[in-house]
Structures are given as C-alpha cells and as structure tokens.
C-alpha cells in the first residue's frame, strides 16, 4: 500500500444518508474517545428520573435526585436539616451528623438548633457566648466528678468577670460559702435563719429590725460597743468582768462597778428626785390621792382625809401641818393605827407645826406616828 500526502481542507462523511462536512481545522477541538477532557460548558441529555444506567448525568438530573432522597422517609428520620436541626441520642462522626450519634468538629453555625436527649461536652474549656442565657432546669450542679467529695468542691462556685473577680464560692477549710463582694437586700427582703426562720434581721424602709421568735437573743462577745450611726458618740459600752456603762450624748451617766452602782447627775422617778421628797399643797378640805404617795402634803389647817382602798402596800404620805392652827386628820380607811399607843380612831388631831407619816401594809391599812399628833 502507498503512503502519501492528501491536500484537502474538508471532509465529507454520511450520516444516514446525508452528507456532512467537517473542516479539517476543527479536528483539533475533538476529543478522544477513550479518556476525553472537555473546556467550557459541557451539555448532555438529561437521563430519566431513576436512571440506574451507566449514562452521564446532568446537572438537573443530580439536583432532582438529591431532592427525592432528602424527602423519602429514610433519610428524613435519618439526618438532620440544616435550618433547624433536632438531634435524638448521644451526639459521634466527621463530615454529615447523623440524628442518632451526632459528632461535629470544627465551629458549628446554627440559627436554632434543638437537642433532643442527652448532650455531653468533652473538653477543657466550654464557651457559651450570648447576651442571655436561659436555664429551664430548676437545678445546677456543679462539681460532679465520680467520686465527690468536699476537697473536691473546694473552690467551685461562681465567678463574675470584671476590674477584679466577683467570686461566690465554696471553701471547705471554713466550710461555707464565701463572698469576695457585699450582698444587698432590698427593704422588706429577709435574712432567716433557723429551720424555721425563727431569727430574722431586715429594713423595713425606716427602721432595722432584728426578730427572733424562739427562745433567747443572746449575744456572745467580750466587749460590745454601740455607737450612734456616724459612730462618733457612744451609746452603751459593755466589758467582760468590767463596768457596764451607759452615757447620755456622749457622757457617762450610769456605770456598774464591783462595789456597785455609780450615777453622774441626778435620779429621779415619776415625782422627781429620788434624793428629794416633793411637796403637795392640799386644799380645803383635801382627801389624800394614790398620786400622793412618796410625797410630803402640807396643809394651812386644812382637814385631811385618809381614803380607803387608794393606795397599796409600802405606800407612805408625810402630813406637814404648815400651819399656826391645828389640822384635823379624818379616817376613811378601815384602820388607820397610831403609832404611840395602837389606837384605831376615826379622828385625829395634828397639832400646828408638826408632821406625821402614814405608812401603808395595805389599801384599808395604815399606821401613822408624828410628834404632834393626838
């Protein structure tokens, strides 16, 4: 067989029966059969839905096909959405999550994302950042390793970021709970203590109150110290096995010792000072009042009368006869005794200037002795 040169710048082949031309310069943009690679955009038939045949597949065929299976009722109950996914089981496996065992790597974005079940979170550090985080659960247990114990929870607790810590932990060498920052309550808000809050300390908007509704207050210490409120003034000052001392604006006015009582200033009761007998100035004529008690009442002859059932028990009332005349005392209680002889008179006579004191064992009772008295 000869080789040689053709010269021609187009071919023509039948293709069933009708003639078609091809260029010889387009031959270079062909592809061979057996391993072709294509430039641009490639178009092919779209095979049928459910082709299982070895024909190429188009773009459209891919698409509808993922659609039909992400619909059926396998895949469904099988992977998760991506718009709001809800996993069952114990999220575990790279590339897609499974519902049943879940296992992501990397950052995961969601816009919602529900997790139905248990979710354990292995690691060092976990981060949850957002504005506000809600909690349905009613409890929170912190520190659960497999075997707790106090030194275990020594230290947990809670801690607020900020300038410095705001910590709120638990310290097992004092076992209890410590605050590195003060605690505010609000008026009328409670501190209780007690099982039964039986001791009670709060603000009621004006006043600090301090309740306790059973048994004793007792305070344990061995110097108590109250001050007024800009603490520049003592109030009371109490020392163990020493004085017991109460000032008035700042002064000492009573304060107990080993011998006793000592007083600074004047003390007085309801009549006035107690180193003092006060005076009444009876009228004309004047029964004697429960009031009258401790006092001297002088009369200007005056009759004086001793009622009955007035005065008590250890009462005594001093008659002063202020007088150039003589006062006649007239009994009204059941016995009023005098004290030189025992006698029980209706009536008796205190002579002008002398005194005569009443004392009482009872409010039907007296017994009365003066120098001028007959």
């Not at 089981?89 to 997790?115: I, Q, W």
Request: charged share 15%.
């Amino acid at each position: 067989m000869a080789y040689g040169k053709i010269k021609a710048d187009t071919f023509v082949y039948d293709n069933s029966g009708s003639d078609v031309e091809v260029t010889l310069s387009s031959l270079s943009n062909k592809v061979d059969a057996a391993s072709p690679t294509f430039t641009g955009t490639v178009t092919i038939p779209t095979p049928a839905a459910n082709d299982n045949t070895t024909k190429a597949a188009s773009t459209a065929y891919v698409q509808t096909e993922l659609g039909d299976y992400l619909t059926t009722a396998t895949a469904t109950s099988t992977y998760a959405p991506k718009a709001s996914p809800t996993f069952t089981g114990t999220p575990t496996v790279p590339g897609y999550a499974t519902l049943a065992s879940p296992t992501f790597t990397g950052t995961v974005n969601a816009a919602a994302l529900t997790l139905s079940g248990n979710l354990t979170v292995n690691g060092t550090t976990t981060t949850i950042d957002s504005t506000t985080l809600n909690v349905e659960d009613k409890n929170i247990e912190l520190g659960k390793v497999s075997t707790p114990t106090d030194t275990t929870a020594d230290g947990g607790g809670i801690t607020l970021k900020g300038a410095s810590d705001k910590t709120f932990n638990w310290v097992n060498a004092t076992d209890a709970w410590t605050s590195s920052e003060h605690i505010a309550l609000g008026d009328n808000k409670e501190i209780k203590i007690g099982t039964g809050a039986d001791f009670k300390i709060w603000h009621d908007g004006s006043h600090t109150r301090i309740g306790n509704s059973t048994g004793a207050l007792n305070v344990r210490t061995d110097t108590l110290n109250v001050t007024n409120a800009a603490n520049t003034e003592n109030l009371i000052n109490a020392v163990a096995d020493g004085a017991v001392t109460l000032n008035h604006n700042g002064t000492a006015k009573l304060a107990t010792s080993a011998a006793g009582v000592t007083v600074s200033g004047s003390v007085t009761d309801d009549k006035g000072n107690v180193r003092s007998i006060p005076a009444k100035s009876a009228t004309n004529p004047y029964t004697l009042v429960a009031s009258d008690a401790g006092k001297a009442v002088t009369t200007n002859g005056f009759t004086i009368t001793i009622p009955n059932n007035v005065f008590s028990g250890g009462d005594a009332v001093t008659l002063v006869n202020n007088s150039s005349s003589d006062t006649t005392i007239t009994r009204a209680c059941t016995s009023l005794y005098l004290g030189s002889d025992g006698t029980n008179s209706a009536s008796l006579t205190l002579k002008a200037r002398t005194t005569a004191t009443i004392y009482f064992t009872a409010g039907t009772t007296g017994y009365i002795s003066g120098g001028g008295l007959s």
